[in-house]
């Protein structure tokens, strides 16, 4: 019997995918998804969405790592602003 590679589980996900998620980068696992099964955008994205709802520890684990992300790029930003303000003070003489 042969089956559709569309019609695929969640739960049967390719070792790079998997690999990806575990490394925190959600986009790659959906870049990746979309690449080896041959399927659009939105069903590769629903189809990670739905393997890290199936497993809650690796979602927790995922979101975690994104909001440390997000933590950092935040702090640099700030950091970036800090230092635009003090040269625009040093420039313009005030």
């Known amino acids: 019997m042969i089956v559709d590679p569309r019609e695929r589980k969640s739960?049967?996900?390719p070792a790079s995918v998997l690999a990806a998620i575990?490394?925190?980068n959600k986009i790659e696992a959906i870049r990746?998804?979309?690449?080896e099964?041959?399927?659009g955008l939105k069903e590769s994205k629903d189809?990670?969405?739905r393997y890290l709802a199936a497993h809650p520890a690796l979602k927790r684990k995922l979101d975690s790592q994104q909001a440390e992300s997000l933590r950092g790029h935040l702090?640099?930003?700030a950091g970036l602003i800090a230092l635009a303000t003090v040269a625009y003070?040093?420039?313009?003489g005030k």
């Open 47 to 49: 189809t990670v969405d």
């Open 32 to 35: 990746l998804l979309r690449e």
């Open 22 to 24: 575990a490394a925190g």
């Open 11 to 13: 739960a049967e996900l």
């Open 75 to 77: 702090l640099w930003l």
């Open 89 to 92: 003070y040093v420039v313009s």
């Open 37 to 39: 099964r041959g399927i």
